[in-house]
């Protein structure tokens, strides 16, 4: 299957500092990424869906000038939680989906703590 | 309003013995089911998946179900062995519009294989 990296995979930061998270996809062209979020013993949240080269889309109830998503290459996005609070602490996972897909493939995840 | 749902939080199954997790749906505009597993920590791994246009698909020792009518599909696992253990999501996307390539999950059913 393809192979979707996700770095860091976990991360301590204090309040109020900003955190980047990427995803690359190492062996496809990902054409189409999505950010999830999962709380504990909770499904996966999807936050935004980004196509290369274009605006990110967020789902309804997600800051997108808190979560900045950049999707500059067919390989790599990116996820920045601005300003982080202790309430955005949580497990961020990234998928990827390559031209005509319906099948994403998931990065391993980062766990966020804030401080 | 949970379009998929995972009615059964927990499964446990004998090594050897056929493991049956459930998924059910409302929305009929879905058409292309998947299912992914998942341990503690990581990103979901996929495992199968089906077009709505089929009612079976097999691959190895996984099966997955489609029944249209009834808005329900399952994941079949024949034989269960204890490295299955995990927690199984399954979701759902339609290729419509700005939806197009977007994941419903469901909450998970976690299966315990015993040895």
């Known amino acids: 299957g393809a192979v979707v990296s996700q770095h860091p995979s976990w991360v301590i930061c204090k309040s109020g500092t900003s955190v980047k998270i990427e995803c690359r996809s190492l062996?496809?062209?990902?054409?189409?990424m999505f950010w999830y979020r999962q709380f504990p013993k909770q499904s996966l949240m999807l936050m935004a869906t980004?196509?290369?080269?274009?605006?990110?889309?967020?789902e309804q109830g997600v800051e997108k000038d808190k979560f900045l998503i950049n999707h500059a290459s067919l390989t790599l996005s990116t996820l920045t939680v601005t300003s982080a609070h202790p309430e955005d602490s949580s497990f961020y996972i990234c998928?990827?989906?390559?031209?005509?897909?319906?099948?994403?493939?998931f990065g391993a995840g980062t766990r966020l703590s804030v401080l | 309003d949970q379009q998929v749902k995972q009615n059964s939080p927990s499964l446990s199954v004998q090594e050897g013995r056929i493991s049956i997790l459930n998924c059910d749906y409302t929305?009929?505009?879905?058409?292309?089911f998947l299912w992914y597993k998942k341990y503690p920590a990581e990103g979901p791994t996929f495992l199968i998946s089906?077009?709505?246009?089929?009612d079976k698909n097999e691959d190895g020792r996984f099966t997955v179900f489609l029944n249209k009518s009834a808005k329900h599909l399952s994941l079949h696992i024949v034989p269960s062995q204890p490295g299955d253990s995990a927690v199984y999501f399954c979701?759902?996307?339609?290729?419509?519009?700005?939806?197009?390539?977007?994941?419903?999950f469901g909450q998970g059913t976690i299966l315990t294989v015993h040895p």
């Open positions: 998928s990827a989906t390559g031209q005509g897909s319906n099948i994403q493939y």
């Open positions: 062996d496809f062209q990902a054409t189409t």
């Open positions: 980004s196509n290369e080269g274009s605006k990110a889309t967020y």
């Open positions: 929305n009929s505009m879905f058409d292309y």
């Open positions: 089906i077009s709505s246009i089929k």
């Open positions: 979701a759902a996307s339609y290729a419509g519009g700005t939806s197009y390539g977007k994941l419903t």
